[in-house]
């Protein structure tokens, strides 16, 4: 990884996630600029990776190779009003979902720009972060921004930017479908007779071998699921029932409506 400092505006949970790889990886504390206007959230990533957050911009972010954008975007324009004129050289990344290519590029000054989109498994390492550069950006800097996102988990390349919606419906938003289905199950666990603290566990478990299994199979996901399906058995009679109430179509339809919200924030909806 470069060794020219990298900086990080915003340092909440994704920028977390983030440093902590970094320092994992060997990156020394004292070359990470984090500026984080929150005094809590200041003391935990200094406790936590050894850094020096600080709470406005800096003449040391001139110096950076890498700006992790990792702000609300709400925040986004005031917080790079803010940072005009130290921007310009470095590679730009964001992490910001709906904020486009080219608002970062007005706003840096720089046409180095990849966005990103990853999720929150991310913190525990076991994320993937959809990932989207634009022509300027050679194939060391993107190796550079695959090293940068290692740590969190995997991360896949999209040939275009308007694709990133699709990841963020998807992926992006993807885990709470799981937390979701993973509510319902416990639920119905619970109406069955067993107590919350069971079904979690029970549902938890098969969801995370299902997901394994799902990975390390040839298999296609339809293909798995005939599998468990005998025709008359406990799991037709599931699935049957699924169908009868529209699960699918339904989830195709919830992804969807996630992937054209993500279009609205992005034209600033």
């Known amino acids: 990884m470069s060794t020219a400092p990298i900086a990080f505006i915003g ?15 060997g990156r020394a504390p004292a070359d990470i600029l984090v500026i984080e206007p929150l005094d809590a959230q200041r003391e935990k990533l200094a406790q936590a990776f050894g850094v020096m957050p600080l709470s406005g911009v800096n003449p040391a972010l001139a110096a950076a190779g890498t700006i992790v954008w990792a702000v609300k975007p709400q925040q986004f324009a005031e917080a790079a009003q803010a940072c005009q004129g130290l921007l310009g050289h470095a590679l730009q990344v964001s992490v910001m979902a709906g904020v486009r290519g080219d608002a970062l590029v007005q706003a840096s000054g720089s046409p180095r720009v990849v966005r990103a989109m990853p999720n929150t498994p991310a913190l525990i390492g076991r994320g993937i972060a959809g990932l989207h550069a634009r022509p300027e950006v050679d194939a060391a800097a993107r190796a550079e921004v695959e090293r940068l996102f290692a740590p969190t988990g995997e991360s896949l390349w999209v040939d275009e930017e308007d694709q990133l919606d699709a990841v963020t419906a998807v992926s992006g938003s993807g885990p709470a479908y799981f937390f979701y289905v993973l509510e319902a199950m416990t639920e119905a666990a619970v109406q069955m007779g067993l107590s919350a603290g069971q079904g979690r566990r029970l549902a938890q478990s098969t969801m995370a071998g299902a997901a394994a299994l799902a990975q390390a199979s ?19 009679a599931a699935i049957t029932t699924l169908e009868a109430h529209g699960v699918g179509p339904a989830f195709v339809a919830a992804l969807q409506a996630a992937c054209r919200r993500a279009e609205e924030l992005g034209r600033g909806g």
Do not use: D, F
């Not at 340092?11 to 990886?25: E, F």
């Open 11 to 25: 340092g909440g949970n994704m920028a977390s996630a983030l440093i902590g790889g970094l320092v994992k990886a």
């Open 218 to 236: 040839p298999l296609s996901a339809a293909e798995l699921r005939a599998q468990v399906t005998s025709k008359g058995g406990t799991t037709h």
